[in-house]
């Protein structure tokens, strides 16, 4: 089935998301990280959605409530939407767990190679608690993604050694172009080092391997500072 269109239906459907890959991530070839992420995106809809639906039953009309579960609507549907794709496309989960996800199973296509490049994180530059990074392939020259990758998957580590529990990490989103900007909440400790580790995905969002860990800090101050492993 499609993503659901109305609330009534779309609720119970994000719900089980995050219930199901919170219990069991792996299941839909998906890390601890990405759950949270997908979690972080339903559980502000959820609540909005909720309030609305109890102000209604007192009465109340408030388009102010409304807006506020539209945005969050909105943008759990930009996550969910690209999980749901990625994990649609992925041979690996069985059909019965793409079922379980509400998550219509295609006919058997075409295979597509996983892609073998390991990329290379670039740090361009640190303002504030944003980061900016670069990542290419083997040929630095080339402008965009290599042949047959969709986008990265990049992750984030808060420390002063990077974790070997890819659990431990932080998803920073799927992204489809080369030059990133990651930016940590401002609960983050001033001159935290922070590491970034990614890697390539292919249009049914297989993961190619990993990239080396590289790190940099947060700034004290307005600046830029530049430095990686």
């Not at 489809?176 to 292919?202: D, H, K």
Request: proline share 8%; glycine share 8%.
């Amino acid at each position: 089935m499609a993503i659901p269109y109305k609330d009534s239906l779309l609720v119970p459907y994000a719900q089980n998301w995050g219930t199901r890959l919170t219990a069991a991530p792996g299941s839909w070839q998906l890390l601890a990280a990405d759950a949270t992420a997908i979690n972080n995106a339903v559980t502000p809809y959820v609540s909005a959605y909720n309030t609305l639906v109890q102000a209604r039953e007192s009465g109340i009309r408030s388009s102010e409530l409304a807006a506020n579960k539209d945005a969050a609507r909105d943008a759990m549907l930009t996550v969910l939407r690209t999980y749901y794709g990625r994990i649609q496309d992925n041979p690996a989960v069985t059909p019965g767990n793409k079922e379980l996800l509400g998550i219509t199973v295609r006919k058997s296509a075409s295979p597509i190679p996983v892609p073998t490049e390991v990329p290379t994180i670039d740090i361009k530059k640190v303002v504030g608690y944003t980061v900016y990074l670069h990542v290419h392939g083997e040929d630095e020259s080339r402008k965009g993604l290599p042949p047959g990758v969709q986008g990265i998957m990049i992750y984030s580590f808060v420390g002063s050694t990077p974790s070997p529990d890819v659990n431990a990490w932080t998803s920073q989103g799927i992204i489809s172009r080369s030059n990133l900007e990651i930016e940590f909440p401002s609960s983050t400790a001033p001159g935290a080092q922070v590491w970034f580790r990614c890697c390539f995905y292919n249009p049914r969002g297989q993961c190619g391997p990993a990239s080396s860990a590289v790190f940099t800090h947060l700034q004290f101050a307005t600046g830029s500072l530049l430095q990686a492993a």
